[in-house]
């Protein structure tokens, strides 16, 4: 009989949008051990390959196809592994925010995407910004490893390796000779066969510098909040006229997109909710916003439709709609609300649909 797939969901995937950040990874596996981490497994051979060798070490891997998630599922199924986990979603959101400072033990990356287009290269993931986090949520002398069989790409990469200096080639040369003992992923068995040169590279961390994060500094923002909001507005005319908003601001470099969408009323209750969706960066996020009615007033909060993560953009979209109730009803005042000065310092936020 089949496996069922919520097994596999529950076995191996780890719902980042469930857990604290950084992740718990000694809670999620159940002891402390060292943790190796694959950024794109593809079919999964590798990971796969990598948990059996190591059976001491964790092993996370990150991916955005759901399709190679499926093959990845198989191949753990055969080998009965317990020490792999999967996180679906983009990598570079979730190295910043899913590992603590130090977590990683070795870090692999096998064939990453080239974007081999020029006007295209802002796309690839392991820039020298992106390195940078990778480094800082690397351990003392853990090791990078990267695989490509993609000439120019490699070039790239040795260029931006070569700018850091947390990070220092274990070899003369930049890059590194063929690696002894490793199994060739399937693109690298495919360039082989067409005979494209592969190109390798082993670099390892040399410093611990300090760490700038939401979670390592105290950002306020780090924290779910809501607004109360007092005052008198006709419950069932709260959100008369209301249409499809749309908001952006630019915060630290990146260009938020609030969107407040529809709305909708529990029959019977005072309880409104906002669909919304939320966009930071390469970070997406659909929930909704609950507006419930309180005694003498009315308390707007993220639902946990959706769970969203309480980013700064999700705090705005709060207080988007923190301000357009108020200016439906003027007789409504903020109470208390712990969204940060942050909020305030940007004029009206709406942008014509």
């Known amino acids: 009989?089949?496996?069922?797939?919520?097994?596999?969901?529950?076995?191996?995937?780890?719902?980042?949008?469930r857990v604290p950040w950084p992740v718990p990874w000694e809670r999620v596996f159940g002891r402390t051990g060292p943790l190796a981490l694959e950024i794109g497994f593809g079919n999964g051979a590798f990971l796969a390959e990598q948990s059996l060798l190591h059976p001491g070490r964790d092993h996370v891997g990150?991916?955005?196809?759901?399709?190679?998630?499926?093959?990845?599922?198989?191949?753990?199924?055969?080998?009965?592994?317990?020490?792999?986990?999967?996180?679906?979603?983009?990598?570079?959101?979730?190295?910043?925010?899913?590992?603590?400072?130090?977590?990683?033990?070795?870090?692999?990356?096998?064939?990453?995407c080239p974007w081999p287009k020029a006007r295209h290269h802002a796309r690839r993931l392991l820039g020298r910004?992106?390195?940078?986090?990778?480094?800082?949520?690397?351990?003392?002398?853990?090791?990078?490893t990267v695989v490509t069989d993609h000439a120019e790409y490699a070039e790239w990469l040795?260029?931006?390796?070569?700018?850091?200096?947390?990070?220092?080639?274990?070899?003369?040369?930049?890059?590194?000779?063929?690696?002894a003992g490793r199994a060739p992923t399937k693109y690298q068995l495919r360039a082989m066969a067409q005979g494209i040169p592969i190109h390798y590279f082993e670099w390892r961390k040399v410093a611990s510098p300090a760490v700038h994060t939401a979670q390592a500094t105290g950002d306020p923002d780090a924290h779910m909040s809501?607004?109360?909001?007092?005052?008198?507005?006709?419950?069932?005319?709260?959100?008369?006229?209301?249409?499809?908003?749309?908001?952006?601001?630019?915060?630290?470099?990146v260009e938020?997109?609030?969107?407040?969408?529809?709305?909708?009323?529990?029959?019977?209750?005072?309880?409104?909710?906002?669909?919304?969706?939320?966009?930071e960066d390469r970070l997406k996020q659909c929930f909704g916003i609950d507006v419930i009615g309180r005694e003498?007033?009315?308390?707007?909060?993220?639902?946990?439709?959706g769970l969203p993560y309480p980013t700064h953009g999700v705090k705005r979209a709060v207080w988007c709609v923190v301000r357009w109730l108020q200016s439906r009803h003027p007789g409504l005042d903020v109470?208390?609300?712990?969204l940060g000065p942050a909020m305030r310092e940007t004029g009206e936020p709406w942008v014509p649909e």
């Open 256 to 279: 938020i997109v609030v969107r407040l969408d529809s709305v909708y009323r529990r029959p019977g209750a005072d309880i409104w909710l906002v669909e919304t969706l939320v966009l």
């Open 296 to 305: 003498n007033g009315w308390l707007v909060k993220p639902s946990d439709m």
């Open 158 to 179: 040795g260029g931006e390796l070569e700018s850091q200096e947390l990070l220092v080639s274990c070899h003369p040369t930049v890059e590194a000779p063929p690696i």
């Open 335 to 338: 109470r208390n609300e712990s």
């Open 1 to 17: 009989m089949p496996r069922p797939l919520s097994r596999d969901l529950d076995d191996y995937v780890v719902d980042w949008q």
């Open 226 to 253: 809501t607004v109360t909001l007092s005052g008198s507005a006709p419950a069932a005319g709260l959100f008369d006229g209301f249409r499809p908003q749309l908001y952006r601001e630019q915060r630290d470099g």
């Open 62 to 112: 990150i991916e955005l196809s759901w399709t190679a998630a499926t093959y990845l599922f198989r191949r753990l199924r055969r080998s009965a592994a317990r020490n792999v986990r999967v996180v679906l979603g983009d990598a570079e959101f979730l190295v910043v925010n899913g590992f603590g400072p130090h977590s990683l033990a070795e870090v692999f990356v096998n064939h990453p």
């Open 129 to 144: 910004a992106f390195l940078r986090v990778l480094a800082e949520r690397m351990q003392t002398d853990a090791r990078l």
